[in-house]
């Protein structure tokens, strides 16, 4: 079975500085999916970024970056330039490529202070 | 399109009754998914779709049950509810989930259970 660790229960960031988030796997398959999700107080689940793990580029959206160590399995999320709108619960989740499931992390929250 | 939705969004029931959650997507995904979010554990896979008439279990199924009679809807019945499923349940739906598509997310259930 898949495990996501994530183990960094709070962190927090002041505006415009940079921050990241750990999340370690576990798995023994070898094309799989990683995933983060946003979770701001609206409790709304937002995809942030995904990582396919045949590609060895790392993923990028805007401010949001990942660092995919695939022989490490390891999955970290970097934040540019914060901004109070990222304040939210963040998590870590993979998916592997034969089945449907989606495991996920614990979460990390992330306070963004002004 | 309206995405996914889920109703009720708030609901208190007793110890032993029973009710439904509804979800339903208008996206035509034929993946679909019930998980449960508790403070600490992040989320976890009640029940699965994979198309009309094919459901499966995930990591926490016991006391859930889900049928899917048509592509659009899912719905999740507690047969006789507990206090431990006090808790905020999501639907999600995909259209590529054996090939790592993103889940969207409805905009959760907030469960009470005295």
Redesign the interface.
Known sequence: AQT?TQSQ?EMSVQEAETVTLSCTYDTSESN??L?WYKQPPS???I?VI?Q?AYKQQNATENRFSVNFQKAAKSFSLKISDSQLGDTAMY?CAF?G?S?????????TLLTVNP | NAGVTQTPKFQVLKTGQSMTLQCAQDMNHE?M?W?RQDP??????IH?S?GAGITDQ??VPNGYNVSRSTTEDFPLRLLSAAPSQTS?Y?C?SSNL????G??Y?G??TRLTVT
């Open positions: 996501v229960p799989y999916y995933f409790r709304q689940m995809l995904r396919e998590f998916h490529g089945n449907y499931k989606l495991t996920f992390g614990k979460g | 993946y998914s998980y600490g554990m992040g989320l976890r896979l699965y994979v995930g990591e905020v999501f999600a989930a054996g090939e790592g993103e889940q997310f905009p959760g």
